[in-house]
């Protein structure tokens, strides 16, 4: 075997927080070859991110390097100084980022951005790299590089911006590419374009790629061999097809087992629990207390990575790694499947009906006031009781402001929407009160909705008070709710920083379900979690909306998500509205050629036929 | 471009002065008709604080002497200084000059003091340099200006230094010398402040742009970090800087009326003072105005030079 | 060791530093004006014509003023009509910059642009310079200086406060009270304020700083405190007369001011940092 372009061998690295070491990656080992692509795939706090930006040489002030090492053709990088750094940087090594709106500097145009790095490293003269610029825009699919080699970034869009990343990464030809979440604040089709480009221009350049993402289907997309990390423990590695279909790790597989399927409707199953951040975790197994097979020795023995046959590419860090039993660990506690769509019966009760529903914004004081922004136009739709209607759209659709419409909190709204038969824009103070109490509403980030001054009893109890529910009521039927949320009268008296991002959403979720509405208005709450703790809420929300007999109006971005609990879509871009219908024959046959492209662009990858590298 | 924003920034600032020339009056005014007894004292019969009110304009009913005073303003009459009786016009002018030099001269040093040191305390943030800056900085903001003043003439201007005069003012068109020597004390003392200030906005602002994604783009391109700071960190940074410096002189003209107290120098802080002391209404508001004309027409500039380095203001 | 990158945490011994120091300044200011309205070393306004413009000595730790006042006595005297100012102003301040930013921040739209426009040109001239235009409306003395500083610190508080509590009315838990149907007042009150409270604190003990320097600059153009009695600008102003004769009259209250000046920014800025460092250690 060639001897490896990059070696990371033993690296542990830790965080000072507050006077304390808070460990972040244990004993983390993975050589890169020449042209290979291996994908990084991890939830937060997983440190996939820490050990991308080790290899740089550039790691937040307060990160302490404990052990380890990182060669680069025999060079320690992490030991170089600053000198031989900058020739490597850029040169050999090259980074694409996360955020493409704030990576590229906004003072400078996009080309000479680029420009400046052929001339650091390739001895360019000025008219030299600006031609050479130019062929690397065109070489990342840019139509008119003269036009964008000369705009400013906050005059490109966010996936030109990225190409423009990319164009930049590329522009040396280095030895290897260190993406970092390279498509995750891109739009699900931009996302889908992006993908596409790194694996052609991969095949055409041969550069090795160390690609991290927590999209599993992103990864699945483009490496040869994937890495699984988890809480600061590399629990599996191997070829992408071995880890996809033949996974030997109760982790990956719960996480395989936690990815909705945009192809049809299979029981997604939630990990129990949150990643551990005890700094001692590192003397067991991470992932022992939510692991369904966990026996005496996880908690007490840290398991080596151990070769799954037939041969040592594949290896996985578990104690149980070559026994039949974690193949029945997740099926032991599979959920019921989600029931199936229910297609809309004719004469189902209405609950919801809006029509001709638009908004606008208007900008700028009278005498400058600009045209007015319309964020909605004419956006009619209905919603039988207990239903579930997905509203579908990348950002800047108007999704999350038709949200806040029904509610009656955008003040430039228009149109009607009529809830129990009842004009919502009509109500009077008491019709408007009862309104209140029956149609709530989660959000995306469960930090921000939560006020940190207040304990989740408060949080939940306060609609209730609301209500003028007595107080000793109150805190029974708190206590039911958080129940059937899944979380126990201990955490009465917490408050929203002692909670994790899934605990967090459970209290929001609480707090709608408290008053025992008929409409729940979910606004992409899945979004901000961990893909196996968005399994578990998915479940959760099935469940409760058994108990409850309530209808859920399901605003997503994320198709396969939708795919897993809606019973009708409703497709929206620009504010208007592009196709609805009842979710199976919308997603087998699309009409509406906005919504091929969106069902088209989800990165699948499935679990059998996988082919690692080139699925699709 | 840049320009297109220009139409709507004047209008705002126009918009301000006028209701800020409405404050103005409002303050001015909250003690009816006791401008007359303030210049003609508690003993004075009523014929005549009637005969003064008449002639001032006090008997008018308050929007009408708002009215003929702002308009007066705008077509250049200030009205008529009740204390000296001359016209507030010239007297306002001349000052309004001598307070300007001072100004300028203080922001000029400033800048060149503490954008400097801001910027290496940035770089070399918690640097034991760093700590020193920032330290002087914290002091420098805390002194009050009436202490600062007396220990500088203390320092330079009495026995055994005496270099520079502790008070007084020479024209530079009678001595371009004496101008300069009755100008050095003022201005330190006003530098002083003005440096502690600006330092730290520059230090904060050089650090934010330390401390972004650009940044490490550019360091991670394997720039070498002297490019990183010119090419990439400064021009950024220099936008808020500017921006900075103009409120700074809003901010100046408040230490102003002190240090030209402690100096003796004629200018806009003294001649308001003397004003406030002996109720002299019309000077009082001429002078309010123009010093909140001052700082919008700064703050005017510092948009319009913000908005020429910074490409997501100039096109958008 | 890797090389030092991102956001760095300034130096935390420094840091602390400040924040104790800037502590022990204010609690030490707070303390002298306290003794001095018990206890002074000599009546305040004795005068002894004998002893004027002494050195400092055993009998008079501060020396004496050209009557022949105790320094000394005077400045422990003069400490409360100062902190007095400091804090009286700025607690008007805040009574009117409060409550006016949580309305603005809830209602946005016309309100607020109307209400922005007004602090805009209110900020527009000097604090000081406002001040004397309040001073010239309500006359010379203590109260007005009071009246006069609060009234020109409300500008900036309510700037302040408006864009803290903006950034807290988008945070999704307001819009959650509002889709809940709760009372514009609990919104403001309840959900709002409870979480604005760190930088309202530090922007107050930085304009108690403000407020006290601001009220001795009054006092020294003999606009604030009225002789008979004295606060330390009246003093500092009278021993400037005399600076070319001696400069001991001067020491007392110029180190007083400074020091209790510096010691609440120190306070204010350091808890600013401490603040800061909490809230980026929670979003790690």
New interface residues.
Partial sequence: MPEPLLEIDGLSISFRVGGRRMPALAEFSLAIHAGEVVGLVGESGSGKSTALFAVMNYLPENAVVERGSIRYRGIDLLSADRATLDGLRGRRLAMVYQDPGTALNPAIIAGDQIAEVLRRHLGFDEAGARQRTKELLRLVEIEDPDRVYRSYPHQLSGGMRQRVMIAMALSCEPDLLLMDEPTTALDVIVQAHVLDLVRSLQRKLRSAILFVSHNLGAVAAIAHRIGVLYAGELMELGPAVRILGKSRNPYTLGLLAAVPRIAGREAVQGIPGAASRDPQRFGRCVFAERCPSAEAICLAERPRLLAVPPDAAQRSRCHFANDPKIDRAWSQGAAAPTPSAQPRSAGADLLLEVAGLSVEYRQGFRLFARPALRALRNVSFRLPRERVLAIVGESGSGKSTLARAILRLEPGASGRVLFEGADVFALDAAGLRRFRRKAQIVFQNPTSSLNPQRSVFELVARPLALAAVPRREQRDRVRAVLAAVGLGDLYLDRYPRQLSGGEKQRVALARAFVTEPLLVILDEPTTALDVSVQAAVLELLAKEKERLRCAYLFISHDLAVVRQIADEVLVLRHGTVQESGPIEPLFEAPANAYTRALIAAVPSFSTDRATGGSPR | MALALLP?RI??GL??????SV??FV?????PG?AATAILGEGATPAALAALRARLGLDQPAPLQFAHWLGGVLTGDFGVSTTLNQPAGPIIAERFLNSMALALVTIFCAAAIAIPLGVVAAVR??SRL??TI?TAS??G???????L???L??LFA??PLALFP?SGFVAFAASPAGWIAHLVLPVAALTVVLTAHLMRQTRSGMLDVL????V??????????R?VLW??AL??AL?TTLAVLALDL??L??SI??IE??FAYPGLGRL??YA??N?D?PL?EDV?LV??TV??AA?LVADIAHAM????LA?? | MTELTAAAPPARRQRNAYLALGLALTLAAIAAAALGLLYTPYPPARIDLLHPLARPSLGHLLGTDRYGRDVLSRVLAGGWRSLTLGFGATGLGLAIGLPVALATAYYRGAVDQIVMRFVDALLSIPTLVFALLIIVGLGPGQAQAIVALGVAAAPKFVRIVRSAALSAASEDYVTAAKARGERALYVQYGEVLPNIWPPVIVEASVNIGFALMGGAALSYLGLGTQPPFADWGVMINEAQKQISVTFWPLLGPALAISLSIIGFNLFGEGLRDRLHLRAALADA
């Fill in positions: 709507r209008f705002y918009v301000s002065l006028a209701i800020l404050i103005i303050c001015t005014h909250l003690l006791d943030r918690g760093d700590g920032l914290y002091v903001i805390s002194i009050p200006d009436f202490v003043g007396p220990v003439i203390l009495v026995p502790s401390n972004s994604d650009y490490r783009t550019a360091r991670l391109k394997g720039l070498p970090e490019l090419r990439h021009r950024n936008g809003g901010y003209m408040g009326v002190i107290e402690i308001i003072v406030v002391a109720r209404i009082v309010a010093i909140g700082y919008v703050n380095l910074d490409p997501r096109r958008p």
